[in-house]
């Protein structure tokens, strides 16, 4: 079984910045893609930025020029480097992966559940 652990979260003023962490352990075979997402309260979760095992990234919209991710392959990690931080960027922030196991290596699907993500308030 796969486990993600997010952390980095926090309360931050207006234009500050965070960086967010996601660690993934277990009977990993490979990971295709890692994926940053929110769920602001009252809406729907959605995409934040993805990165693939080449390291070609996309981002939504709202947070190009502003965030960036980037990944640890050795270390199964994945980061979120979130600078000019906005009100609007307050939310959970999840992180899952897209790869295989040891147990079925030919299988891909997400490889976590998700966790309960960290919390990032952007406030004054």
């Known amino acids: 079984q796969v486990q993600l652990v997010e952390s980095g979260g926090g309360l931050v003023q207006p234009g500050g910045s965070l960086r967010l962490s996601c660690a993934a352990s277990?009977?990993?075979?490979?990971?295709?893609?890692m994926a940053w997402y929110r769920q602001a309260p009252g809406k729907e979760r959605e995409l934040v930025a993805r990165i693939t095992s080449s390291g070609s990234t996309n981002y939504a919209d709202s947070v190009k020029g502003r965030f960036t991710i980037s990944r640890d392959n050795a270390k199964n990690t994945m980061y979120l480097q979130m600078n000019n931080l906005k009100p609007e960027d307050t939310a959970v922030y999840h992180c899952n992966m897209f790869g295989s196991t040891w147990q079925e290596p030919a299988s891909y699907r997400y490889l976590g559940p998700w966790g309960q993500g960290t919390l990032v308030t952007v406030s004054s």
């Open positions: 277990g009977r990993i075979f490979t990971i295709v893609h």
